[in-house]
């Protein structure tokens, strides 16, 4: 008995404790929120704001991205509480046109002349014939109320009294359905705009839901979609392949009021080219530097090829269980700068050089590994060989300390990860696929300007990673978003998360369609 209430007191201790830890982490958020929002006050009187706090280079727009992120993480914390107390619920040319894809609904008009009796005779017309035109037209976004009635329902004889439980739903006892929060997210993540342009555009529609309010629901998304996240990243790390980059992501740090540099990692997938079965995906981990302890941490499991550019941190990555393909993107970058210059004869070879190989590769897109292999073996090994004789016999003759002899050291001294896509059919020539995957997060960046706070850049990775596998894989992310926040407050087993990545989601929505 002695030994069952002291392991009841310890258990009870221990989650005093933690509930005592999660509560002083989410004042230390509410602190720092106080503080950017002192912040935004100061930045808009012209007096202090600028000169004081050194905030020459953060309008007050921009400090209101920062409250949005802070505002996601308290609400993200407070969700994940909530999870683990439910019992506590919280208050030129003409282009061409194209079809129209058949899916869309057809409006359909008649266009017929006022008078429809002959002008010669007066006889009565009749139809030999018609021509049609199809125009894309849009009806702008309509917003409606769900209003859920639940009847109660009594016996006559016994008195008993039913009534069906409410619906779960993402904010309990609060406005949005999971539709309106998916919106948000592809809003903000997929399309790049702001939350406090959000609310404006509400505005005009004469809703009025200010900024916190839809932070509120991204923080309580992410924090429902992050078991997602995480199954999606275990699948991209069990890929043979992985196209790897970094790329910085300013973020505010407020005891200085001004931003410090994040990183988003990138990996991405993409075995289309070769054949391969693995679907489209892409996944950002964001971290607070670009050393390479952060990319040894996030490729600690991870067995297979990386293709990516000559950063010094790849190369130390151990060579027992990863195999390095260098970018011939990256490595072609410095003699196209080179020659848009002009007068640059060597720089354009090359870039003729690896034109060729360029052109080889168009032509076995799509083919297999085995295949790809092949060809390369018997018509890109060539054009391989005869570029090295010609760099090196290039680089004897220019002077050392010249812009075309650090282009050439820099291919020769990469050239067997250049060179491996020679032997291996699932390397391909660049890393271009998670080049491309950043340019929606460079945007968003754009315009957001930085991220609030670091954990607000990961609830970033989290939303970004899932609205832009999505993109790759061409499923719309508002529907599959609005679907996967529905199944996961309605507690979908974790076992089954395989099901909901979203390849296998577009898939079984397939069957559906076609056995409907």
Not at 406 to 434: C, E, M, T
Not at 456 to 479: F, H, Q, R, V
Request: hydrophobic share 40%; charged share 30%; proline share 5%.
């Amino acid at each position: 008995m002695l030994a069952e209430r002291d392991a009841m007191i310890a258990e009870r201790d221990a989650a005093i404790k933690e509930r005592d830890m999660e509560r002083a982490e989410r004042e230390k958020l509410q602190s720092l929120y106080e503080h950017v929002h002192h912040l935004l006050h100061k930045a808009n009187d012209r007096a202090y704001g600028a000169k004081s706090e050194q905030l020459e280079k953060l309008a007050p727009d921009q400090l209101q991205l920062a409250l949005e992120d802070l505002e996601i993480e308290n609400a993200r914390k407070e969700a994940a509480e909530e999870k683990k107390q439910p019992s506590l619920p919280r208050i030129g040319v003409r282009k061409k046109r194209g079809s129209l894809p058949k899916h869309l609904p057809r409006i359909h008009r008649t266009v017929v002349p006022e008078q429809t009796n002959c002008s010669c005779c007066g006889g009565a017309m009749h139809a030999i014939g018609e021509e049609t035109s199809e125009r894309l037209d849009v009806v702008p976004a309509q917003y409606r109320v769900i209003v859920t009635h639940r009847p109660k329902l009594a016996c006559r004889a016994c008195e008993k009294i039913v009534q069906e439980s409410a619906p779960e739903h993402l904010i309990k006892a609060g406005l949005p359905t999971e539709a309106m929060v998916a919106s948000v997210l592809v809003a903000k993540y997929g399309w790049h705009l702001p939350l406090y342009r959000q609310e404006k555009m509400l505005g005009l529609q004469g809703i009025e839901i200010d900024r916190s309010t839809l932070a509120f629901w991204v923080g309580y998304a992410a924090c429902e979609l992050a078991p997602l996240y995480e199954r999606l990243k275990e699948n991209l790390l069990s890929s043979a392949r992985l196209a790897v980059d970094e790329t910085p992501l300013p973020v505010l740090d407020p005891g200085r009021g001004r931003t410090k540099t994040g990183y988003f990692w990138s990996m991405a997938r993409d075995d289309r080219p070769f054949g391969g079965k693995g679907p489209p995906a892409v996944v950002y981990t964001y971290a607070t530097g670009r050393g390479g302890v952060h990319l040894h941490t996030l490729l600690k499991d991870y067995r297979g090829i990386v293709q990516c550019d000559g950063y010094a941190p790849y190369k130390k990555l151990p060579e027992d269980r990863i195999t390095l393909a260098f970018c011939w993107a990256h490595a072609r970058r410095p003699f196209f700068d080179l020659a848009r210059k002009g007068n640059a004869p060597i720089a354009t070879q090359v870039l003729l050089r690896i034109a060729q190989l360029y052109r080889i590769e168009e032509k076995i897109r799509g083919k297999s590994a085995e295949e790809r292999c092949i060809v390369r073996q018997a018509q890109s090994s060539p054009h391989v060989l005869a570029l090295k004789t010609f760099l090196e016999k290039q680089l004897a003759r220019v002077s050392k300390k010249s812009p075309i002899a650090n282009a050439i050291r820099y291919v020769l001294n990469h050239w067997q990860g250049l060179i491996r896509f020679l032997d291996d059919g699932r390397i391909d020539l660049d890393s271009n696929i998670v080049e491309r995957s950043m340019r929606p997060q460079a945007l968003t960046r754009k315009n957001s300007l930085f991220a609030g706070h670091d954990e607000g850049a990961e609830n970033w990775a989290i939303l970004a990673s899932l609205i832009e596998t999505c993109k790759l894989g061409e499923i719309d992310p508002y529907t599959y978003l609005a679907d996967m926040l529905t199944r996961l407050v309605n507690l979908w087993p974790n076992n089954r998360l395989d099901e909901l990545m979203p390849w296998a989601w577009a898939a079984a929505r397939e069957q559906e369609k076609l056995a409907a």
